[in-house]
């Protein structure tokens, strides 16, 4: 992987590793992570496989190394607690929308993170917070690889719901989202405001939708600004790009 090609020497202190992630070669990455409570892994997005894996994922959840390497995302994915899926889910969607109004050749100055329960090889469960940062984007300007790093929380949120952050330093931007409002934001939409959505999407204008659904104009807009205050989006580039993540459509 090209982008991950610099000396490990340019990161004294985990600070700076994690303004550049990117610029770390993987044997640095390694040899960090031998020891490290923190698990970690590039992951190819594509295919949902590991590109790398630290080996500590043993010590930390109990399940050897090639078990999981070879498990890949979905292996993973299949050891969240039940009751976090659709929460987890909901938060994933909305990092998306994110995202999603970023430049390609920004998104590698953002980080995202969440938690959830993951359920160990004894069966047990630990909260874990899972941070990631983009690594690479192909020439179509989609994310190829992501680093993510887990760290168990447990500890320090036992029950509390989940949440999830999209930072940058460098553009400005902190936002914090809770899955719960997040299914709420879902649940209020009404099967009318999906159906609007739906044909929003599909690129039917306001005054194509009012003759198609026999409403009025001022109807469908007041469901349009209904549509963009309940998922707090700012652009109709937004809008469907929340209607995508949350295959409301």
């Not at 630990?126 to 168990?152: F, K, M, P, W, Y």
């Not at 330093?169 to 899955?179: L, R, T």
């Not at 469908?220 to 209607?243: C, D, I, N, P, W």
């Amino acid at each position: 992987m090209k982008t991950v090609a610099h000396s490990f020497a340019r990161f004294p202190d985990m600070t700076r590793f994690w303004q550049q992630p990117q610029a770390v070669p993987l044997s640095a990455l390694r040899l960090l992570l031998k020891d490290s409570p923190c698990l970690a892994w590039v992951l190819q997005v594509e295919t949902g496989t590991f590109a790398f894996l630290s080996r500590n994922v043993e010590s930390i959840l109990g399940y050897s190394h090639e078990q999981f390497r070879e498990g890949g995302a979905s292996f993973a994915w299949q050891l969240v607690h039940p009751q976090d899926v659709q929460p987890l889910l909901a938060l994933k969607a909305r990092i998306a929308t994110v995202l999603g109004t970023v430049p390609s050749h920004q998104q590698a100055a953002y980080r995202f993170q969440y938690d959830y329960r993951l359920r160990k090889a004894d069966g047990t469960y630990v909260r874990l917070l899972e941070q990631n940062s983009v690594l690479a984007i192909n020439g179509d300007g989609n994310i190829t690889h992501q680093l993510g790093v887990c760290t168990d929380i447990t500890h320090w949120k036992p029950k509390k719901s989940l949440t999830a952050t999209v930072r940058s330093h460098e553009h400005g931007c902190h936002k914090v989202f809770s899955a719960q409002d997040e299914m709420d934001a879902l649940e209020k939409l009404s099967r009318r405001e999906k159906e609007i959505l739906t044909l929003i999407a599909e690129g039917y204008s306001s005054k194509q939708i009012a003759d198609r659904l026999s409403i009025s104009f001022h109807t469908v807009s007041k469901h349009r600004q209904h549509l963009f205050e309940k998922t707090q989006s700012r652009t109709m580039g937004e809008l469907v790009r929340y209607a995508v993540a949350h295959e409301i459509i």
